[in-house]
Nanobody
């Protein structure tokens, strides 16, 4: 098992910044990839960004490229999502996830999930 705990959500104005954190514990040696997904009210869960735990290679959905940065600190077993130039359409519950395989954008391949943290961007 790999319990995940997110933190860092909140309310911010348009153009503001937030940093989300996702702390992993347990069998962290089994992690191959970690990612952030988000779900807005009434919508499906969408992929935001992913990072290879070993190499640090990153992937982003087009709508956040240039504004969000995913990173990880393997010594702390923690993944981050630095969000800048936030827009109202970024409002959602953000969840971190961990996979023991090449999950990338496919949420079904991620076995471990955090509880989610609310990000609200006001106009």
């Amino acid at each position: 098992q790999v319990p995940l705990v997110e933190s860092g959500g909140g309310l911010v104005q348009t153009g503001g910044s937030l940093r989300l954190s996702c702390a992993a514990s347990g069998r962290t040696d089994s992690i191959y990839m970690m990612a952030w997904f988000r779900q807005a009210p009434g919508k499906e869960r969408d992929f935001v960004a992913a990072i290879s735990w070993g190499t640090g290679i990153t992937w982003y959905t087009d709508s956040v490229k240039g504004r969000f940065t995913i990173s990880r600190d393997t010594a702390k077993n923690t993944m981050y999502l630095q969000m800048s130039s936030l827009k109202p359409e970024d409002t959602a519950i953000y969840s971190c996830a961990a996979a023991r395989t090449y999950g990338l954008r496919d949420s079904t391949l991620y076995e471990y999930w955090g509880q989610g943290t609310q990000v609200t961007v006001s106009p």
